[in-house]
């Protein structure tokens, strides 16, 4: 078992950044993939980006490239999730999973989920 707890959310103007951290416990964290997907209200969830166990190779949605940066720190079993230039529409839960299949944009791949942190971006 992986236990996930994802920080870092909150009210943010749009330009704005906030770093997400997902903490994990458990199992050996490094030996997994992680994963951030999001879900706005009526929305199905979205895959966000992807950051493979040693975080050497990472795969991003197309429409986020550049504003968001996913990076994972083994020794502290935290992933995080960099966000530039926020926009109103990047407004909604943001999720981390853990994969031990490696990183991918499929969120059947996920083995595990955190509890979800809320991101609110105003115009």
């Known amino acids: 078992q992986v236990q996930l707890v994802e920080s870092g959310g909150g009210l943010v103007q749009a330009g704005g950044s906030l770093r997400l951290s997902c903490a994990a416990s458990?199992?050996?964290?490094?030996?997994?993939?992680m994963g951030w997907f999001r879900q706005a209200p009526g929305k199905e969830r979205e895959f966000v980006a992807a950051?493979?166990?040693?975080?050497?190779?990472?795969t991003y949605a197309d429409s986020l490239k550049g504003r968001f940066t996913i990076s994972k720190d083994n020794a502290k079993n935290t992933v995080y999730l960099q966000m530039n230039s926020l926009k109103p529409e990047d407004t909604a839960v943001y999720f981390c999973a853990a994969s031990p299949y490696g990183p991918s944009n499929w969120y059947r791949r996920y083995d595990y989920w955190g509890q979800g942190t809320q991101v609110t971006v105003s115009s």
């Open positions: 458990g199992r050996t964290f490094s030996s997994y993939a």
């Open positions: 950051i493979s166990w040693s975080g050497a190779s990472t």
